[in-house]
């Protein structure tokens, strides 16, 4: 299991306050797991994104978010054999 944590940020400096980009804090889970079938064959499963966050970036305008871009990505799975001779 791994989790990632991005702050709000700062991505891009407008001509006036109110014209300044910014990301959206963001959160992200993946899971992976991986099983040894005999010596060098894997059984591997990966997971990304299951808590399904998207990306938001956006401007304070006049006290409220304006929104300037919306991406939901959902999830990704894989799964399958790894085989090392």
Do not use: C
């Not at 899971?31 to 299951?50: E, H, P, Q, T, Y």
């Amino acid at each position: 299991m791994a989790g990632t944590y991005r702050d709000k940020l700062l991505e891009e400096v407008g001509n006036g306050a109110d014209q300044d980009r910014y990301a959206d804090q963001h959160f992200q889970l993946d899971l992976s797991a991986k099983f040894r079938v005999i010596k060098g064959v894997r059984l591997f499963a990966d997971w990304v994104n299951v808590t399904d966050a998207p990306y938001f970036a956006y401007q304070n305008y006049e006290g409220a978010k304006r929104i300037l871009q919306y991406e939901k990505y959902s999830w990704t799975a894989k799964f399958g054999v790894s085989a090392n001779f």
